[in-house]
Every structure is written in C-alpha cells, then in structure tokens.
C-alpha cells in the first residue's frame, strides 16, 4: 500500500513537473512587445541595413522560441524575417490565413492610428511546436517600416 501511494505521488509530480514546464516555454503578450521595443532599439541606434540583417537572422538575438520578427515596407514586402528568412522579398499585403482573415492587412490596422497597436487574432503555423495556432500580433511603426511580433495561444 505504501509502494502504492508513493509511485502516485511520483506520478503526480512527473506530471505537474511536465505541465508546468510546457506552459513555461510559451512566449507571453509582454514577451512579444519586449521583442519589438528591442527590435527597433537595435533600429534607431544601429540604421536600417544592420537592422534588417539581424532581424533576418534565424538563430540570433531576434528570435526565441515561437517569437519572431517581420518586417514589412508600407506596400507589404517582407524586409526581415526572423523564422521565415525565404519570404524576405516577398509580397504578403494579400496574404490570408486558412479561415480567410488577411494577416497584413491586420497589422497595418493595429498602427492606423498610432504608432502601435495589437493585429486582430489570425491562425499561423507556430514554428515551436510546428502546429496551426490562433496568433495576436503586436505591431510597431518606425519610419516606413512595419516591425511586428506575435504570441500564439
């Protein structure tokens, strides 16, 4: 009886153990600001060049966990991304999640009347767990550039 309640015991802590540390490694909404205030920190003080090539970088400073940059001109041309360096160059101003909401033309919204601002909820793969998940992106407008980071829930 006594083996018995022990081995729950163990089999309760293995499991508070290993929920907490999944809930642990998601990013929150502060951790997404945090990463764009960051970002155009490194903007202002180190110029655009600079900035769109750390912010590209997939294993550098601008990228942790399911966090990531994109960077986008006021037409929708992706300048960085931080999880997706093959979609630099592109052109997303029309670019729609499965369920048909237009993910850009969210973030432009966000900073339509000020300088920043939440994105309305849209689904994205999450490169963390490699699953579609709901995202809420916050977005930052600096200069002609759009510089947005998004959590998943």
Not at 47 to 66: H, I, M, V, Y
Request: a positive charge; glycine letters at 6%; proline letters at 1%.
């Amino acid at each position: 009886m006594k083996s018995m309640i022990i081995r729950s015991l163990i089999l309760l802590t293995t499991a508070l153990f290993l929920t907490s540390t999944g809930a642990a490694e998601r990013a929150s909404k502060e951790e997404a600001v945090a990463m764009v205030k960051k970002a155009v920190a490194y903007y202002k003080k180190n110029g655009r060049d600079k900035a769109l090539t750390a912010f590209s970088d997939d294993k550098g400073q601008f990228r942790d966990r399911e966090l990531f940059l994109v960077v986008l001109d006021d037409g929708g041309q992706v300048l960085a991304h931080s999880a997706l360096p093959k979609m630099i160059g592109a052109n997303i101003s029309e670019m729609k999640d499965s369920n048909g909401v237009f993910i850009t033309k969210g973030f432009y919204k966000a900073v339509k009347n000020s300088s920043h601002g939440w994105s309305d909820e849209y689904v994205f793969t999450n490169p963390h767990t490699k699953t579609m998940e709901k995202k809420h992106t916050y977005v930052e407008k600096v200069d002609n550039l759009l510089i947005a980071c998004g959590v998943y829930k």
